[in-house]
């Protein structure tokens, strides 16, 4: 497992906004499909958004959708996730992912890199 170098986060009040942003590794040659999860204190983790390369196929969670955007720079191997209106319930740690083989992307063991993680906050 690679580990991507995950930069944003912080804390922002309700209604803001926020951008996180990934870089893969230089080691891998392709990501076939990125990704961000998060997980809240006592919660399971949570895939918010998955994005496949060249094929545009995007899913958002139901929680993200109208709200988040996911961009990716294939040829830099970079990619971010913008971050609006946010609210209080997505507090959490939040994941980039990346996978260098063609997978589903629905779960988290679809993904082999991974970022340490950065802590968003929303207060109310």
């Known amino acids: 497992q690679v580990r991507l170098v995950e930069s944003g986060g912080g804390l922002v009040q309700a209604g803001g906004s926020l951008r996180l942003s990934c870089a893969g590794s230089?080691?891998?040659?392709?990501?076939?499909?990125v990704a961000w999860f998060r997980q809240a204190p006592g919660k399971d983790r949570e895939l918010i958004v998955s994005?496949?390369?060249?094929?545009?196929?995007?899913y958002y969670a139901n929680s993200a959708k109208g709200r988040f955007t996911i961009f990716r720079d294939d040829a830099k191997k970079m990619w971010s996730l913008q971050m609006n209106n946010l609210k209080p319930e997505d507090t959490a740690v939040y994941y980039c992912?990346?996978?260098?083989?063609?997978?589903?992307?629905?779960?988290?063991?679809?993904?082999?890199?991974w970022g340490q993680g950065t802590q968003v906050t929303v207060s109310s």
């Open positions: 994005s496949r390369k060249s094929i545009p196929e995007t």
């Open positions: 230089t080691r891998t040659d392709t990501y076939y499909r």
């Open positions: 992912a990346a996978a260098s083989r063609i997978v589903p992307g629905r779960k988290a063991e679809d993904y082999n890199d």
